[in-house]
């Protein structure tokens, strides 16, 4: 069986015991997992990179995508936590214009 794309959690594993350790019992209830989700991902490099500096950031984030099953966790997650669109972005590092588009999509 041929894999679709990264291993993540191979990945985000030898990062943390080869560069950060400190960190490993923050991220271990997320490596448990089978396979990891993009919002996994997100919250691994999260904990990880805590330190980023504003350029890196903002250079970051314009390089993220999502898939559509990365979407519909994140509209669920607003749905349940009873969240604005401004709060979820801020939450994510998204734009409000992105959630709001999201939505009109996913409605359709």
Not at 9 to 15: N, V, W
Not at 24 to 35: A, F, G, H, N
Request: charge should be positive; hydrophobic fraction near 30%; glycine fraction near 0%.
């Amino acid at each position: 069986m041929k894999s679709s794309g990264p291993n993540y959690k191979k990945i985000y594993s030898d990062l943390i015991f080869k560069k950060h350790p400190e960190k490993y019992q923050s991220c271990s209830s997320i490596l448990q997992k089978e396979v990891l989700s993009t919002l996994d991902v997100i919250k691994l490099n999260q904990i990880i990179f805590t330190s980023e500096n504003l350029e890196t950031s903002l250079f970051n984030q314009k390089m993220r995508s999502y898939d559509r099953v990365t979407i519909i966790e994140i509209l669920e997650y607003q749905k349940k936590n009873k969240l604005s669109n401004t709060k979820v972005a801020e939450e994510f590092k998204l734009s409000r214009n992105s959630i709001a588009k999201w939505k009109k999509i996913e409605i359709k």
